[in-house]
């Protein structure tokens, strides 16, 4: 067995998980290690700044409709069964963990054993195993790495099996098609198959975290990013992707506690991971500084194309998929927090993509007008972004993250109340999206912009400015901001065509309304009064 010396994976490891252990097995190998490898097996390739750059394959992106949670005694009431957390039989999750065993029982391993949960107090052991090198360094980067003498004894609470290679047979193994991740929180196991997409594994512990922190520990599980003031004051963003989690935590002046996953206790905010896996497409060192120059030896590097004749990295090409992304552990951000503990939050974040040009810069919502917009979880995608799509196009995300919520969206909607009540939290929402017009007509908010509001707002100097309430939305619009210009505050404001603003705005509104007619039934008075007015 190829296992560095320093290292031992227990004798009986492998084999309590149906594997053999006479074949090639690679244990906690170093990210140089595994990048060499990667490279020696022409799966990957070193660009100008060392880091290694890889192809997924097939799938560039998570694949939600073929991800499936084992319906058993365990799971049949508490999972909020729906569109994102899809039923299998328990019988296909034991006939694929066998097929699953079996292609891998002559196949070249690496293992590595990881945390999730930077708080001890509820962190969860965990043991991945893949069929390449490059799936094993993105599991270095983003969960949490033990220290050598944490491996001594290491016993899993949950295990990872991982192989691109092996593809189900939909006709017989329950599965919608070839590739397939399938989660049993009875047998503390997540398969996946059939895709080299490694967001696969990070979003399918999250998923198993969104299931047991909050009905076990009374943990809120959130989707979002955090940092952490000198004077210790923790900020929340929350927000789907495309929307600035990654970019708006990574502030200079601020520690980051962690860009995409995180645990709200009734005294701290936790990080879930280790690392980041910040989007590629567009990056600029100006723009976002310290995501730039994380892209160097030990960074994983996905679905990205080369200025021709170079391998220096073409940021702008969507050539292979928009969806470009790096991972990188927490330590190559300068400013991160270690550990990974913030204090209660004292400011919330919702940020918004806005392409109608609609909602305003920033706003402060009242606690009914946060729990509607957390329910809510909107953002727009421009055109281009998907085939077919030639103009705006709205999504709705229940808490800002419905695809990786096993539990109802109103049992974390009630736990975000109860602690912004219990701790007087500041909710802001944030569009990072269009002003002066809808996408093809106005203006994407500077990034400056945004960031100054932020600032603002994190430093109480939006406390005692004159506000304006939006007609339609109700949200109060500061009236002034610092580094910002005045007339951009209103959206309405920036529209040359006021009649068409408003014709935008109450068709958005629409959509709201709309979409929330699915939680009208669990949600109390002060949230549904929250809904827009048109």
């Known amino acids: 067995m190829s296992i560095p010396t320093m290292f031992s994976l227990p004798k009986n490891a492998l084999l309590n998980m149906g594997l053999p252990v006479a074949h090639n097995v690679h244990y ?15 799966e990957g390739v070193l660009n100008d700044t060392g880091a290694l750059v890889i192809n997924t394959g097939k799938f560039t992106g998570r694949s939600p409709k073929d991800k499936f949670t084992v319906k058993d005694e365990l799971t049949a009431n508490t ?113 996946i198959g059939g895709t080299g997409y490694t967001g ?20 809120l599980s959130m989707h979002c990013s955090a940092n952490m003031g000198n004077d210790g004051d923790t900020a929340v963003f929350f927000g789907l992707s495309g929307t600035g989690k990654t970019t708006l935590s990574a502030d200079p002046n601020r520690k980051l506690i962690g860009d995409d996953e995180h645990g709200w206790t009734k005294d701290s905010v936790f990080n879930f991971e280790g690392g980041c896996y910040a989007k590629c497409i567009d990056l600029s060192e100006e723009k976002e500084p310290e995501i ?39 330590y190559f951000i300068s400013n991160a927090l270690e550990p990974s503990i913030g204090k209660t939050p004292k400011n919330i974040f919702f940020l918004t993509c806005d392409a109608y040009g609609v909602l305003p810069p920033i706003s402060k919502l009242t606690a009914g007008q946060a729990m509607y917009q957390f329910i809510s979880g909107y953002t727009a995608k421009v055109a281009g972004t998907e085939a077919g799509v030639t103009e705006p196009k709205s999504t709705f995300s229940a808490c800002f ?77 500061p009236t002034t901001c ?19 603003y408003d014709t935008q705005a109450k068709n958005l509104a629409g959509q709201f309304i709309k979409n929330f007619e699915k939680y009208a039934s669990g949600a109390n008075e002060e949230i549904l009064n929250a809904a827009p007015k048109i």
């Open 482 to 500: 610092p580094g910002v210009p005045t007339e951009i505050l209103n959206p309405r404001n920036t529209w040359t065509d006021k009649n068409a």
């Open 79 to 191: 999972v909020h069964w729906n569109d994102f957390n899809i039923p299998i039989e328990e019988k296909y999750f034991f006939q694929l963990k066998e097929k699953m065993l079996a292609y891998l029982s002559d196949k070249e391993l690496w293992v590595r054993d990881c945390y999730a949960c930077a708080d001890d107090a509820y962190r969860l052991r965990l043991r991945v195993v893949n069929e390449n090198p490059w799936s094993n360094l993105f599991c270095y980067n983003m969960f949490i790495r033990p220290e050598e003498k944490d491996l001594e004894g290491f016993t899993p609470h949950w295990h990872i099996i991982q192989a691109p290679g092996f593809k189900a047979d939909p006709a017989v193994d329950g599965t919608r098609a070839e590739n397939f991740a399938v989660l049993s929180f009875t047998h503390k196991t997540i398969l």
């Open 200 to 219: 696969e594994m990070k979003k399918g512990i999250f998923t198993m975290l969104n299931y047991v922190l909050p009905q076990r520990a009374d943990v």
């Open 401 to 477: 993250g419905a695809p990786f919520l096993p539990l109802h969206p109103g049992q974390y909607a009630e736990m975000l109340g109860k602690k912004m009540r219990a701790h007087n939290v500041n909710v802001w929402m944030i569009n990072t999206g269009w002003s002066g017009g809808a996408y093809g007509v106005g203006n994407r908010m500077k990034l400056s912009f945004t960031r100054a509001m932020i600032t603002a707002a994190l430093e109480g100097k939006l406390d005692t400015v004159p506000c304006e309430t939006h007609p339609i939305f109700g949200m109060m619009m």
């Open 292 to 330: 730039y120059h994380a892209i160097k030896p030990g960074a994983l590097v996905e679905n990205i194309t080369f200025i021709e004749g170079t391998n220096t990295i073409d940021f702008s090409s969507k050539k292979i998929t928009e969806n470009t992304r790096v991972s990188y552990p927490l």
């Open 28 to 42: 906690q190998l170093s990210p140089k290690e595994l990048t060499a490898q990667a490279v020696q097996r022409g």
